[in-house]
C-alpha cells in the first residue's frame, strides 16, 4: 500500500560527525550566499539597450542568473499544480470549470502570454529590472506548471477506490487524507514530470530571456541570451561552450535533485512485494545516514510538522467538511455561486476586449491564419505519430529496467533540456539544403518539444506499474506480446494519455520557435500558425497575435475535448488500479 510522508528511516544507525557533513553544510552554506548575491542583481534600473556578450568569461554569471529564473518559476509551477489540481479534484464545480480552462491555458503558447504579462508588470514596476526578471519568471512558469498539474490531477483521479474507502472509514480529515493518500499517490508522476518540465523550462529560455515586443527590445542577462546572441552572430565557439556548460547543469542537477527525489519517490510505490533493483542514489543515502541533519530533521522539522498537523487536523474536524460518496467538496450554494459569477464576469470581460481588437483584421489576415492552422495541425499529428513509435517501447524499458535508467535517464534529460532554439545554427545548415528545407525540417524541430512529454509520463506509468503484477506475469508465463497487451498498455494508459495532451499542447508552442527562425541577422520562416504568432510578437501586431493565439486554443481544447478526454475518461473508468 502507499506509505505516508514520514521522516527518513531511522533504523539507520547514528555515526558521528564525518567528512561528508562538513561538506554538506559548507556546499549549503555556499549555496545560501551565491543566491543571495545573485538574486541582487535582479533590482536596480532595467536597460533597454543592454549588449548581451558572447565572451566565455561571462557565462558563470549569466548562467546563475538563469538558474534563479528557472528555480522560481518551478517553485510557483509546484505551488500552482497542488493547490490547481487538487482543487478541481475535491470540487464538482471546481472540476467542470478549471480542467477545461487548464486546455485552454495549456494550449497558448509562450510568446501570446509575452506581451500581457510584460507590458503589464513593466507599468507595475516602471523602469526597473524586477518587473522584467518577474516577467521573465512568470513566462518560464508558463512553460513548466501545466504537464505537472494534468499529471497531479491524474494521480488523484487514479486513486483506487478501496484506499478512498479505508480513509473514509478511519474518518480522515481533508489535511490527513491529502498528507497521507492523495499527495503520496502523485509523487511518482510529479517527479517524472518535473523533470519534463524543468526541460520544458529550458526549451523555450532563449525566447524569454531575449526577445523584441514592436520597437521595443527586453533582453536579460542570462544563459539563453547567451546562446540566443551567439545563434544570431554564427559565434559556433560561444555556442559550442554554451551548450556545455547547459549540459553540465543538466548532469548536477540529475545527480544531485532528480536521482535522488526518484529513488525517494520509490517509497511511495503502491506494490505488495519489495521491488528489486529499485532506483538509488547516493546523495539520499549520505542524507539519510547524517547525523547532522538528522537532528535538523528532529530539533527543528519534526516538531514544525507536528505543530502544523496539529493545527490543520483541529482546523478542518471531519464533521465541518461535507463529503460526498466519491471523494468530492458539496461546498455551500453561496460559495459555488461566487465562483461561478466571478469566473463568468472575467469571461465576459475578455470576450468583449477581445472582439473589439479582432474587429481590426481583415479578410487578407484572417486566411493567413487559417491556411497556418492547417499546415501547423498537419505537421503537429505527424510529429506526434513519429513520437508515439519510439517513446512507448523505450519508455517502458526504462521504466522496467533500474539498471537502463541509471544509464539512460540523464541521457534522456539532457536530450530534453537542450534548448531546440540554441541548436538551430547546426540544424539550419542541413535543414535548408533537404528537400523541402523548413516544411519539413519544422517538423524534426516540433518533436523536440513533443515526444519528451510522452517519454516522461511512459516512464513514470511503466515505473508506478506494482512488482506483484509483474511477478504474476511470470508466473503465467505470459508471451512478450500477451504482456503488452495484458498488462503493460493497460497499466501506462492514463499516463500515456496524460503525455499526449501535454505533447500536443507543446508541440502547437512548440510551432512558434520551429516555423520562424532568426538566423545571422536574417528571418527563416515557413508557413504555420506558429510563424504568425512569432512575426505578430516581434512586429506588435496584437490584433493578429490574438486571432493566431485563439484558433490555435480552439484547435488545442477541441481535439482535446474529441479525442484526448474520452480516452482519458475510459483510462480512468476501466483501466484504474485496483487493490
Known sequence: MTRPLTPANKTLGRSNWTWQDGLL???ILSFIVAIIRTASKFTGTFEPELTISTNINALPGYTAQTLIRMGLAYFFSLIFTLLYAYTAYRSRIAERILIPMLDILQSIPVLSFLPGVVLALISLFPGQRIGVELAAILLIFTGMTWNMTFSFYQSLQSIPQELLETSRV????PWQRFWTLELPSGVIGLVWNSVMSVAGGWFFLIAIESFTLGNQDFR???LGSFLGTAANKGDFKAIFWGLVLLIAIIVATDFFVWRPLIAWAERFKLEMIETENAPQSWILDTFRRSPTLRAISDRVFQPLQTVLDDSLIRSFPVR?????AKGNLNLPSFLNWIFVSGFSLIVLWGTW?????????GWDDWQQVIKGAMLTALRVIIALILSLLWTVPVGVAIGRNRRLAQVLQPLVQIAASVPATALFPVLLLGLTRIAGGLQI?????????????????VIAGAQSIPSDLIEAASVYKLSRLQRWRTLILPAIFPYLITGIISAVGGAWNASIVSEYVTFQGRVISTSGLGATISYATA???FSLLLASTAI???LVVLTNHLVWRPLYNLAQEKYQLLV
Open 441 to 457: 525540417g519544422a517538423i524534426a524541430l516540433m518533436m523536440l518539444g513533443t515526444m519528451w512529454y510522452i517519454l516522461f509520463n
Open 220 to 222: 536579460l542577462p542570462g
Open 25 to 27: 553544510i559548507l556546499v
Open 539 to 541: 512586429t506588435g501586431n
Open 320 to 324: 465541518s467538511v461535507p463529503i460526498n
Open 552 to 554: 490555435m486554443s480552439l
Open 170 to 173: 478511519y474518518r480522515l480529515n
Open 353 to 361: 476586449e477581445a472582439v473589439l481588437l479582432l474587429r481590426t483584421l
